[in-house]
């Protein structure tokens, strides 16, 4: 599959809340990279796609646009509209992504938006008050780090 027809399938497999489609479009050696998790490799950026989805694509709304690539990278904006936590706070998070390709599929994928604006939408006050602080971004990768760990220990990780 040519990488822009690559990046088009991952993000319309998101939009459906299809954590399996997303995945097919991954190297089985993927790097992620996001403010939120950090780096992820292989198996722990496919269980991610799978954690975040599992049970979430009912409410979740994914559009992208924007998608660019040659032979070797691309890119593409996309915004993701849920409710987060608790407390269910309505977040608009819109993100760009870079892509590098090998043997025709996402080797390394990087996600870019801005932590504050993500914590002031997803925890309200505390969000506001410390959201640009390296301590609450750090607090904030710890927590999501170690759902992940525990999602990973109970479900068999993806392919």
């Not at 819109?94 to 090998?102: D, Q």
């Amino acid at each position: 599959m040519d990488s822009v027809n690559c990046i088009t399938t991952f993000y319309t497999a998101f939009a459906r809340g299809d954590s399996a489609g997303m995945i097919a479009c991954y190297h089985p050696d993927v790097t992620f990279r996001d403010p939120v998790f950090g780096e992820l490799h292989g198996p722990e950026a496919r269980g991610m796609w799978e954690m975040l989805l599992s049970g979430k694509s009912a409410e979740l709304q994914v559009d992208f646009a924007n998608v660019q690539s040659d032979a070797d990278t691309g890119s593409a904006d996309w915004t993701a509209r849920y409710h987060f936590g608790k407390d269910r706070r309505p977040v608009v998070n819109e993100v760009h992504a870079r892509f590098r390709f090998r043997d025709g599929l996402i080797y390394e994928h990087t996600d870019s938006f801005s932590s504050y604006r993500w914590a002031r939408q997803a925890l309200g006050p505390v969000g506001w008050l410390l959201g640009w602080t390296p301590f609450l971004r750090a607090k904030v990768r710890a927590t999501a780090r170690q759902k992940l760990t525990d999602y990973l220990s109970t479900c068999a990780p993806a392919p």
